[in-house]
């Protein structure tokens, strides 16, 4: 069943530029493995971060740095922006994890916005233009990732797109082997009883930053991509929205579910896509479905569904 | 699901249909109708003196001109770009990718204006800029689809600097909005000052959209520099005008001068405490009869007189359209080179002509807001000082560092 | 640039005006904090809504109510916004919060984030965000007072003095009255004073009203500063955050103290270096987190 599944779902990934259009698949794809990696951390770690945007968006500059001014290939770009949010992860979480529950919330969310205030002004960050027309280059030196091809009478840079799902599909089959590793058994242990796992012996500490700095890499990763898709590095992307937006998704879709986050950054995604037209009521929809899902819905999409399939999704 | 569902049912159906219609393209209107896009700021510090008044201006020459063009339809849409260049740059790319526009204008916001020209010469799609002023635009940013219409930093720089300098403004101090604008403004209008004899004693910069500017008021304060000129727009400039006065800055011998001002922002801040201030602009609604009999039916539709963003997006919209009938194609290309090779001249341009860096050249204009006792109604805010013939407020094409310019 | 004195003490000035207003909100958030347990993350925005009370109570409500002469005035403001938001709160708490209580904390902070971006989305939906000017500032609030070192606007020093009474005058309620001591022992103990015979959800809802009234009163003082935006709150709250994390969430002096404190340090920088002045609040905040993670105020839970 589970196999089948995930069969299906590859397919739709292999399928979808010819059916919707492409930025929004990537910008999609971007996002679900955002949330998906922001989810190891609230979902399976218990840690809300209230300030994931800055790997996000920091992930970002670097690539677009990496690419743009060091001329760099686009997977060197994407390793550097990865490297650059697991360092950054290892110091907000290193601080972070000194307190818990609601101050560590605020506390990352605060150390975030440190972040937005370098990249607000660092001379290289191009302030409030952000870091504009970023190449997308050639992968490996060879295939042009910019390459343009006419489906159907409409550009699709198909080249992109196959390598921004491969490294979805990359990012999300290591947060899926980290949650069903022994590993992963002791973050859920952590989340469930924590003084429980400091008596079983477990370095509860250490368990929490390696949580911390893999969520933040894989952030970084989504950042990175997305710095590709749009050519562009901005300070959206760093900003405590971006944050709210990752808690959003993964409540909307299921905390602690596999599929859950995939869910919620799709519906939140095609939500502003097919509403851009309102301008700011798309910020009070937003609104109202976080009221939603905490007031009534705190299982997420995917989380009702699993307990009216009485199954785990 | 269901929506996904109906999604993709749709999305398959237009493909189906462009592609039937993708061979037919060669001559005439491409995917038979023309597209104007007017991305703007429609809501934030920017939005009075373009905004939805901009959108105005654009339909107007669509109906003026008959809202059609080699037989086809001509169809105006707008958009919010909110002062965000992802947003500008994301609804720029889901416009010519999917909505097939054929032409964006407004672009107000020189961060937002770069990144969608850059977009749109990428994708062989014209801009007219009728909003932003860097001069980045015509320089370094150049494209072959670009063309910047009404106003730039060298231009708003080089005729206040001319005017201020001579009579006594020696020193300077600058309040720079932080973004490719404030930094642009700051820097053609430093260049002018000292060519002219004066010292910039330093700057302070602060974030787009600012509320309290009284600590960087008294930084330019304790610079003791005569002028303290705002490379700002918009509310910005409003807000830092009025608490100068809170602080009591300009009785203490200093000098307010707003580089870049427009009548929006003269309307908001009152006569009695504008009044006696010089900037520049490259229109007035008042200038002649042509300007005043435009400005009357716009303000039937808009309730407030044209800005000179508002104003330039008729006139570039109407040339647009007559470049393309001349043209006898919607081709990018063709489109351009007829843009370039035509006279504008209308109640907007006077002397007008579109350069091989995509500067549209006109005359521009040094204004003063007048005394309330000059005052005739709520519109007569300015009188005209002094005009300036395009060949003199520009920046020569000879020192333009556009790759199209041939040298 | 030379450091003068003059310089510096303007710039401090100024930093203890921007220091009152961290200190009024960081103190709501502290005494909802107390009770409720929860980081009231609407409180930016409510801290807007107080300012739109008072601009629209100018602007519109004469008209609204067919009186086109009508105006509140700004004392009036002063007393009506705070009011008006604390009534919302109650209704905020009472439908919404009052269910979450039996959950985790965190839902609390997720609820009244979600809350924060329906009120900032509508308002930005209605009005101009660059802000729009109010203009009721009472005639006698105008003017400059001459300190010596500057000319300091009236109305500014107004608002630090009415603000440090609230403030100190809220301090004296919580830990020095009868009132205050329920106020404490429900925080410590809520089924004891339950016990007591003390309606705790009614002391529960009336201290969420009152803290978010004091965001409200802010957003009067505010109002005639800084140009009434819908995004006032929003670039305030999270200052205000770092603020409570640097003091401790549980102490109601120290959220007053740290507020005024970080107001004049943020002043400061601005003269030695100004553009580091944004992120001044930030780092220091790291720094309280390495030497005393529970804040300087905090107690160890």
Redesign the interface.
């Known amino acids: 069943m589970n196999k089948i599944l995930w069969i299906i779902l590859i397919v739709l990934g292999l399928v979808a530029p010819f059916i919707v259009y492409p930025v929004f698949m990537m910008k999609l794809l971007c996002f679900a493995l955002f949330a998906s990696a922001f989810n190891l951390l609230l979902g399976y770690t218990g840690l809300l971060s209230f300030g994931h945007a800055a790997f996000f968006g920091g992930a970002s500059y670097i690539t677009g740095q990496l690419v743009k001014i060091s001329g760099l290939t686009p997977e060197l770009g994407i390793l550097g922006g990865t490297l650059f949010a697991a360092l950054l992860g290892y110091i907000v979480g290193s601080l972070a994890i000194r307190r818990q529950g609601i101050y560590f919330a605020m506390v990352t969310l605060a150390l975030a916005q440190i972040v937005y205030f370098i990249a607000l002004k660092a001379p290289f960050t191009g302030g409030e233009d952000g870091l504009q027309g970023i190449p997308r280059g050639k992968l490996l030196g060879m295939i042009d990732l910019g390459h343009v091809y006419t489906v159907g009478g409409s550009p699709v840079a198909l080249n992109l797109y196959y390598f921004v799902f491969a490294l979805f599909c990359f990012g999300f089959w290591i947060i899926y082997r980290t949650i069903n590793s022994p590993f992963g058994q002791v973050l859920k242990a952590i989340r469930e009883n924590e003084p429980r796992a400091v008596s079983l012996g477990y370095k509860v500490e250490r368990f929490k930053l390696m949580a911390f700095v893999i969520s933040a890499a894989l952030s970084g990763m989504a950042g990175s991509m997305k710095s590709l898709v749009f050519q562009l590095a901005s300070l959206t992307d760093v900003s405590w929205h971006t944050s709210g937006e990752v808690v959003l998704m993964t409540l909307l879709g299921g905390v602690g579910t596999v599929l859950g986050p995939l869910a919620g950054a799709f519906t939140v995604v095609t939500l502003q896509s097919e509403l851009s037209s309102v301008g700011s009521w798309i910020t009070v929809i937003i609104g109202v479905t976080f009221v939603i899902c905490v007031l009534l819905f705190r299982r997420g999409l995917v989380g009702e569904l699993g307990r009216v399939l009485k199954r785990s999704l | 699901m269901k929506k996904m569902f109906s999604n993709v049912v749709l999305s398959v159906a237009v493909l189906a249909m462009t592609s039937s219609l993708a061979g037919a393209a060669a001559k005439g209107v491409s995917d038979g109708v023309v597209k104007i896009g007017v991305l703007t700021d429609m809501s934030g510090v920017y939005s009075t003196l373009g905004g939805k008044g901009t959108q105005v201006g654009v339909e107007m020459a669509v109906k003026d001109f008959g809202g059609k063009v080699l037989g086809k339809p001509i169809q105006v849409i707008g958009a919010d770009h909110q002062n965000k260049a992802d947003i500008a740059s994301a609804k720029a790319r889901e416009w010519i990718d999917n909505e097939k526009v054929d032409m964006i204008t407004g672009l107000l916001n020189s961060g937002c204006a770069l990144a969608v020209q850059k977009l749109a010469g990428d994708k062989k799609r014209i801009t007219m800029n009728t909003g932003a002023a860097s001069t980045d635009l015509t320089n370094k940013a150049c494209t072959p689809y670009s063309i910047h219409y009404v106003y730039d930093t060298y231009a708003l720089g080089k005729v206040t600097a001319e005017a201020v300098v001579p009579s006594g403004g020696k020193s300077w101090y600058f309040l720079t909005a932080d973004y490719a604008f404030g930094h642009s403004l700051e820097a053609n209008t430093t260049k002018f000052v000292t060519k002219l004899g004066g010292t910039v004693l330093g700057s302070v910069r602060h974030p787009l959209s600012t509320s309290d500017f009284s600590s960087y008021l008294l930084q330019a304060q304790s610079s003791g520099a005569q002028i303290i000129g705002l490379a700002n727009a918009g509310g910005d400039t409003i807000n830092a005008i009025k608490q100068a006065r809170e602080f009591g800055i300009d009785k203490k011998g200093q000098k307010l001068v707003g580089l870049l001002i427009f009548d929006t922002d003269i309307k908001s801040l009152g006569l009695k405490v504008a009044q006696g201030m010089q900037f520049t602009s490259g229109f007035y609604w008042d200038r002649d009869k042509a300007t005043r009999d435009f400005a009357k039916r716009y303000y039937a539709i808009h309730k407030a007189m044209p800005t000179m963003d508002q104003a330039g997006a008729y006139s570039a919209t109407m040339n647009y359209l007559k470049a393309i009938k001349a043209a006898g194609t919607d081709d990018p290309d063709a489109v351009m080179a007829k843009l370039k090779s035509i006279d504008i001249s209308d109640f907007f341009a006077v002397n007008g002509k579109i350069r091989a860096d995509g500067r549209m050249v006109h005359d521009m204009y040094l204004m003063e807001v007048k005394k309330p006792s000059e005052s005739r109604g709520e519109w007569d805010l300015l009188k005209i000082v002094k005009t300036v013939p395009a060949a003199d407020a520009f920046m020569p094409l000879s020192e333009s560092t556009c790759s199209l310019v041939k040298k | 640039?030379e450091l003068?004195f003059?310089?510096v003490m303007?710039?401090v000035m100024?930093g203890l005006?921007n220091g009152v207003f961290y200190a009024i909100l960081s103190l709501g958030l502290a005494v909802i904090f107390g009770l409720l347990?929860i980081?009231n993350f609407a409180h930016g925005a409510l801290y807007m809504l107080g300012a739109y009370v008072a601009l629209l109570g100018y602007t519109s409500i004469g008209p609204l109510i067919g009186m086109p002469d009508f105006h509140l005035s700004y004392w009036a403001a002063l007393f009506v916004a705070p009011l008006v938001v604390g009534a919302v709160g109650i209704v905020i708490e009472k439908t919404?919060l009052s269910?979450?209580y039996k959950?985790?904390?965190?839902?609390g902070?997720?609820?009244t984030?979600?809350?924060?971006?329906?009120?900032?989305?509508?308002f930005?939906?209605f009005f101009?965000?660059?802000?729009d000017?109010y203009d009721a500032k009472p005639e006698t609030l105008n003017g400059?007072v001459n300190l010596g070192f500057?000319?300091f606007?009236k109305y500014r020093l107004w608002v630090i003095i009415i603000s440090l009474l609230v403030c100190f005058g809220t301090w004296y309620v919580i830990e020095r009255t009868k009132l205050g001591s329920y106020l404490r022992a429900g925080t410590e103990n809520p089924e004891l004073v339950k016990a007591f015979g003390i309606n705790v959800p009614l002391m529960i809802s009336l201290t969420y009203g009152y803290g978010v009234a004091l965001a409200a009163f802010a957003g009067v003082l505010a109002a005639p500063?800084?140009?009434v935006?819908p995004v006032?709150g929003s670039e305030m709250i999270?200052t205000v955050?770092?603020v409570?994390?640097i003091g401790g969430?549980g102490s109601i002096m120290g959220s007053i103290v740290t507020g005024l404190l970080l107001g004049m340090v943020e002043?400061f920088t601005?003269v030695v270096y100004?553009?580091a002045?944004?992120?001044v609040i930030?780092?220091i905040?790291?720094m309280v987190?390495?030497v005393k993670?529970a804040g300087l105020f905090g107690r160890e839970s």
């Not at chain 3, 101009?128 to 802000?131: E, I, K, P, Q, Y």
């Open positions: 640039m003068s003059q310089m303007s710039q100024l005006n347990n980081v919404m269910r979450l959950f985790d904390h965190l839902y902070l997720l609820l984030f979600g809350l924060a971006l329906i009120i900032q989305g509508v930005t939906n101009n965000v660059s802000g000017p400059a500057m000319l606007p500063i800084y140009s935006s006032m999270i955050f770092a409570v994390v969430m002043g601005k100004a553009p002045s944004s992120t930030f780092l905040m790291v987190l390495l993670p």
